[in-house]
Protein backbone atom coordinates (compact mmCIF):
# COMPACT_ATOMS: atom_id res chain seq x y z
CA UNK A 1 0.00 0.00 0.00
CA UNK A 2 1.52 3.18 -1.01
CA UNK A 3 0.23 5.87 1.27
CA UNK A 4 1.27 8.14 4.20
CA UNK A 5 2.22 5.16 6.02
CA UNK A 6 4.91 4.09 3.65
CA UNK A 7 6.88 7.71 3.97
CA UNK A 8 5.81 7.86 7.86
CA UNK A 9 7.31 4.27 7.75
CA UNK A 10 10.82 5.48 6.13
CA UNK A 11 11.29 8.40 8.29
CA UNK A 12 11.31 6.28 11.24
CA UNK A 13 13.92 4.66 9.47
CA UNK A 14 15.95 8.03 8.68
CA UNK A 15 15.58 8.63 12.45
CA UNK A 16 17.64 5.89 13.05
CA UNK A 17 20.22 6.58 10.50
CA UNK A 18 19.04 3.34 9.25
CA UNK A 19 19.79 4.92 5.42
CA UNK A 20 20.29 1.20 4.07
CA UNK A 21 16.79 0.12 5.74
CA UNK A 22 15.48 3.35 4.77
CA UNK A 23 16.34 2.89 1.16
CA UNK A 24 15.29 -0.58 1.04
CA UNK A 25 11.58 0.09 1.81
CA UNK A 26 11.09 3.11 -0.49
CA UNK A 27 12.78 0.48 -3.24
CA UNK A 28 10.37 -2.48 -2.58
CA UNK A 29 7.35 -0.37 -1.41
CA UNK A 30 7.64 2.81 -3.58
CA UNK A 31 10.03 2.80 -6.37
CA UNK A 32 10.42 5.74 -8.41
CA UNK A 33 9.89 5.11 -12.04
CA UNK A 34 10.86 7.59 -14.29
CA UNK A 35 9.32 6.28 -18.20
CA UNK A 36 12.92 5.32 -20.21
CA UNK A 37 11.56 8.05 -22.76
CA UNK A 38 11.35 11.53 -23.27
CA UNK A 39 6.95 11.15 -23.59
CA UNK A 40 6.25 12.10 -27.00
CA UNK A 41 3.37 14.42 -27.42
CA UNK A 42 2.52 14.01 -30.89
CA UNK A 43 -1.17 15.79 -31.55
CA UNK A 44 -3.89 13.42 -32.44
CA UNK A 45 -5.13 13.91 -35.76
CA UNK A 46 -8.75 15.43 -36.28
CA UNK A 47 -9.54 12.50 -38.31
CA UNK A 48 -8.82 9.90 -35.08
CA UNK A 49 -10.69 12.55 -32.68
CA UNK A 50 -13.83 12.44 -34.31
CA UNK A 51 -13.26 8.60 -34.96
CA UNK A 52 -13.42 8.17 -31.10
CA UNK A 53 -15.76 10.23 -30.33
CA UNK A 54 -18.42 8.75 -32.56
CA UNK A 55 -17.02 5.57 -31.10
CA UNK A 56 -17.97 6.55 -27.30
CA UNK A 57 -21.50 8.10 -28.61
CA UNK A 58 -19.76 11.22 -26.88
CA UNK A 59 -19.83 10.62 -23.80
CA UNK A 60 -17.29 11.03 -21.02
CA UNK A 61 -15.92 7.68 -20.48
CA UNK A 62 -14.86 9.19 -17.17
CA UNK A 63 -18.06 10.64 -15.70
CA UNK A 64 -20.76 9.31 -18.23
CA UNK A 65 -22.07 13.04 -18.90
CA UNK A 66 -22.67 13.68 -22.79
CA UNK A 67 -20.27 16.00 -24.21
CA UNK A 68 -20.04 18.31 -26.96
CA UNK A 69 -18.09 18.69 -30.05
CA UNK A 70 -15.77 21.73 -29.47
CA UNK A 71 -16.83 22.71 -33.59
CA UNK A 72 -20.95 23.56 -31.99
CA UNK A 73 -19.42 25.48 -29.03
CA UNK A 74 -17.20 27.30 -31.12
CA UNK A 75 -19.92 28.11 -33.32
CA UNK A 76 -21.85 29.49 -30.83
CA UNK A 77 -19.52 31.56 -29.22
CA UNK A 78 -19.03 33.04 -33.27
CA UNK A 79 -22.26 34.01 -33.41
CA UNK A 80 -22.72 35.16 -30.04
CA UNK A 81 -18.84 36.02 -29.14
CA UNK A 82 -20.10 38.33 -26.01
CA UNK A 83 -22.37 36.36 -24.11
CA UNK A 84 -20.36 33.11 -24.85
CA UNK A 85 -17.03 33.66 -24.54
CA UNK A 86 -14.23 31.74 -25.89
CA UNK A 87 -10.27 32.25 -25.81
CA UNK A 88 -8.09 30.30 -27.89
CA UNK A 89 -5.88 29.25 -24.69
CA UNK A 90 -8.63 29.04 -22.74
CA UNK A 91 -8.21 31.90 -19.94
CA UNK A 92 -10.56 31.56 -17.25
CA UNK A 93 -12.00 34.74 -17.31
CA UNK A 94 -12.53 34.80 -20.96
CA UNK A 95 -13.85 31.15 -21.45
CA UNK A 96 -17.64 30.40 -20.93
CA UNK A 97 -18.02 27.59 -18.43
CA UNK A 98 -19.86 25.09 -20.68
CA UNK A 99 -16.39 25.20 -22.48
CA UNK A 100 -14.87 23.83 -19.17
CA UNK A 101 -17.93 21.15 -18.80
CA UNK A 102 -18.96 19.98 -21.77
CA UNK A 103 -16.34 19.93 -24.65
CA UNK A 104 -15.31 16.34 -25.86
CA UNK A 105 -11.57 15.74 -25.52
CA UNK A 106 -9.04 12.91 -26.41
CA UNK A 107 -7.65 11.40 -23.02
CA UNK A 108 -5.01 9.16 -22.44
CA UNK A 109 -6.18 6.27 -20.10
CA UNK A 110 -2.31 5.69 -19.38
CA UNK A 111 -0.81 9.20 -19.57
CA UNK A 112 1.79 9.80 -22.21
CA UNK A 113 4.16 10.88 -18.93
CA UNK A 114 3.70 7.71 -17.95
CA UNK A 115 4.70 5.91 -21.59
CA UNK A 116 1.09 5.84 -22.76
CA UNK A 117 0.69 6.04 -26.57
CA UNK A 118 -1.93 7.47 -29.32
CA UNK A 119 -2.76 3.70 -30.19
CA UNK A 120 -6.62 4.14 -29.91
CA UNK A 121 -7.25 1.34 -27.34
CA UNK A 122 -5.26 3.76 -24.94
CA UNK A 123 -7.50 6.65 -26.07
CA UNK A 124 -10.88 7.79 -23.99
CA UNK A 125 -13.21 10.36 -24.83
CA UNK A 126 -13.44 12.78 -21.61
CA UNK A 127 -14.94 16.15 -20.92
CA UNK A 128 -12.54 18.82 -19.94
CA UNK A 129 -12.91 18.95 -16.70
CA UNK A 130 -12.22 15.50 -15.70
CA UNK A 131 -9.54 15.46 -18.72
CA UNK A 132 -7.91 18.37 -16.75
CA UNK A 133 -8.05 16.41 -13.27
CA UNK A 134 -6.81 13.20 -14.71
CA UNK A 135 -3.86 14.63 -16.11
CA UNK A 136 -1.10 12.03 -15.22
CA UNK A 137 -2.70 9.84 -12.48
CA UNK A 138 -4.35 6.61 -13.26
CA UNK A 139 -7.62 5.48 -12.96
CA UNK A 140 -6.95 3.24 -10.28
CA UNK A 141 -4.79 6.16 -8.42
CA UNK A 142 -7.52 8.47 -8.63
CA UNK A 143 -9.99 5.31 -7.62
CA UNK A 144 -12.19 6.16 -11.01
CA UNK A 145 -14.21 3.81 -13.05
CA UNK A 146 -14.51 3.48 -16.81
CA UNK A 147 -18.06 4.39 -17.80
CA UNK A 148 -19.62 2.73 -21.21
CA UNK A 149 -20.46 4.82 -23.33
CA UNK A 150 -24.27 6.08 -23.47
CA UNK A 151 -26.87 3.55 -25.14
CA UNK A 152 -28.02 6.04 -27.08
CA UNK A 153 -27.57 8.19 -30.89
CA UNK A 154 -25.83 11.16 -28.95
CA UNK A 155 -23.96 12.69 -31.93
CA UNK A 156 -22.31 15.40 -29.47
CA UNK A 157 -24.44 18.35 -31.94
CA UNK A 158 -22.55 17.25 -34.77
CA UNK A 159 -25.67 17.32 -36.71
CA UNK A 160 -26.04 20.65 -35.38
CA UNK A 161 -22.66 21.86 -35.91
CA UNK A 162 -23.23 21.27 -39.56
CA UNK A 163 -26.25 23.01 -39.88
CA UNK A 164 -25.33 26.09 -38.27
CA UNK A 165 -22.23 25.86 -40.64
CA UNK A 166 -24.29 25.74 -43.57
CA UNK A 167 -27.55 28.29 -42.37
CA UNK A 168 -24.55 31.00 -40.84
CA UNK A 169 -21.77 33.27 -42.43
CA UNK A 170 -19.01 31.79 -40.28
CA UNK A 171 -15.70 31.87 -41.98
CA UNK A 172 -13.65 30.83 -39.12
CA UNK A 173 -10.48 28.57 -40.96
CA UNK A 174 -10.75 26.01 -38.13
CA UNK A 175 -14.55 25.50 -37.68
CA UNK A 176 -14.33 25.34 -41.79
CA UNK A 177 -11.69 22.78 -41.71
CA UNK A 178 -13.99 20.62 -39.47
CA UNK A 179 -16.63 21.32 -41.35
CA UNK A 180 -15.53 19.74 -44.50
CA UNK A 181 -13.62 16.89 -42.28
CA UNK A 182 -17.11 16.16 -41.15
CA UNK A 183 -19.17 16.74 -44.33
CA UNK A 184 -17.45 13.42 -45.50
ZN1 LIG B 1 -16.36 14.02 -17.47
Known sequence: MKDANTISSICKDLILGDIANAKKQLLTEWPFEPSLNEPKRDTIP??????????????????????????????????????????PHWKWNDTHPAFWELTASCDHLKPVAR????????????????????????????????HE????????????????MEQSKIQEKSLKSWYNLLKK
Do not use: M
Not at 120 to 138: G, H
Not at 140 to 146: G, H, T
Not at 149 to 164: A, E, H, R
Open 46 to 87: QWQQVELFLRDNFTCRYCGKHTIFIGTLRAVNALLPNDFPYH
Open 149 to 164: PTNDSWDGLVGIFLQI
Open 115 to 146: GGTNNIDNLVTACYKCNSIKTNWTLEELRWEL
